[in-house]
């Protein structure tokens, strides 16, 4: 072998060398010291029957809500989880904080979006929401729509509403969250909602009932009403602002129940899947946006939709003045596109602005008695 090539190779395995040390302290610290400041905590029940990897991240928050690798968390077989910080971390600490295990999933993501970021968001799809609500509302008011979409549309949404409703399963949980919604949010909607509504719908029945020749002609020689007052006044409701605006944020308070929230995905999937297996449904949509009559209402919801999905998603994983992409946020969302579910332990400092939206949807976790 000669010379240059033997020198080749052993600056080649000292970089490879160099590069595996430089990972392996990256991720869990100085590889000469011992970690030694563990932390045993009572393992929760839902997580005793997952199977899989056994070690996990443990994360810090910091005061802007972004996350900082502090340790490991592993989870024994039987009721208890050891989290083990990284001995050169001096600054954290468990004795004055809060620790959260959490699946890797969108619960997990939108709980760790920062306050202010979740308003901005409101705020991005409140502006979408009254542009696609403008949108549809010219799209359905035109005749095109009425000659060659609206009775293959409804026929569609009836025939997967009616695929739903004979799952027993997704019966029970539709009819559980109307019961949660009508007990415990309809109120308070109604209240924010009667004084824009009842004045056109009052307006619609009085249009109904008042009697014109062409009306009783129709209802004596073949039994119809005229319900077109009824439709012009749903539109009108529909493109209300006011009515915009407190559907949007009632819908957000109602999301943050964590029983609608399960119900709702539950749902949401099963109804998107029967959509999305109706092969109607694409030829539709295909037609649609093809077609010239539609063209400039379809281009001008694409570049707004587009719009609002980067800003919303820069702000999902943005943390911090700059809103840096956070790494505990795009860990989050790696695993959710990948499909493969995995767990994080977050250190929580007990402080109002950090802990306030964690703690209401998750249990910190207890105390491992010796």
């Known amino acids: ?26 991720f869990s610290g100085s590889p000469f010291l011992s970690l030694k400041r563990t932390s045993d905590f009572v393992r929760p029940e839902w997580s005793r029957e997952i199977t899989g990897p056994h070690g996990y991240p443990v994360y810090r928050l910091r005061a802007d809500g972004s996350a900082l690798a502090v340790g490991r968390v592993i989870l024994h077989g039987g009721e208890r989880i050891e989290v083990s910080l990284f001995p050169d971390l001096d600054s954290v600490a468990l004795a004055d904080s809060d620790v959260i ?17 979740k308003a ?16 549809f509302v010219t799209i359905v008011r035109d005749p095109a729509f009425d000659t060659n979409y609206r009775e293959r549309l409804q026929e ?3 025939d997967a509403y009616t695929r739903l409703r004979r799952n027993p399963v997704l019966n029970i949980a539709g009819q559980s969250m109307t019961e949660i919604f009508g007990s415990e949010y309809s109120e308070r909607l109604a209240d924010a909602l009667l004084p824009v509504v009842l004045p056109r719908m009052r307006q619609a029945a009085f249009e109904m009932l008042t009697p014109s020749w062409q009306g009783v002609s129709g209802f004596v020689t073949e039994g119809k009403i005229d319900f077109e007052p009824i439709g012009r ?69 694409e570049r707004e939709s587009a719009a609002a999905m980067t800003a919303v998603f820069s702000r999902l994983i943005g943390r911090g003045a700059n809103a840096k992409p956070d790494i505990l946020a795009v860990r989050i969302i790696r695993y959710i596109l990948l499909n493969r579910p995995r767990m994080v332990a977050v250190i929580v400092p007990k402080e ?15 105390r491992y008695a010796r």
């Open 101 to 117: 295990l959490m699946e890797t999933n969108a619960q997990a993501l939108w709980a760790l979006v920062p306050p202010s970021s």
């Open 352 to 366: 109002p602005t950090l802990s306030r939206e964690l703690l209401y949807r998750y249990t910190p976790l207890v």
């Open 1 to 26: 072998m000669r010379q240059g090539t033997a020198l080749t190779h052993l600056f080649s395995l000292v970089i490879l060398f160099v590069f595996g040390v430089s990972g392996v302290y990256a």
């Open 156 to 158: 569609i949404i009836e």
């Open 233 to 301: 006044a749903a539109v009108d409701i529909l493109a209300d602002e006011t009515v915009q605006r407190v559907a949007v944020n009632n819908m957000f308070d109602v999301a943050r129940d964590d029983r609608v929230w399960r119900l709702g995905v539950l749902l949401a999937d099963a109804y998107v899947d029967a959509l999305s297996s109706d092969p109607r449904l694409e030829k539709l949509v295909e037609d649609l946006f093809r077609d010239p009559a539609f063209r400039a209402e379809m281009q001008m919801l």
């Open 120 to 135: 901005e968001v409101a705020v991005v799809l409140e502006r979408v929401a009254r542009s696609m609500r403008d949108r």
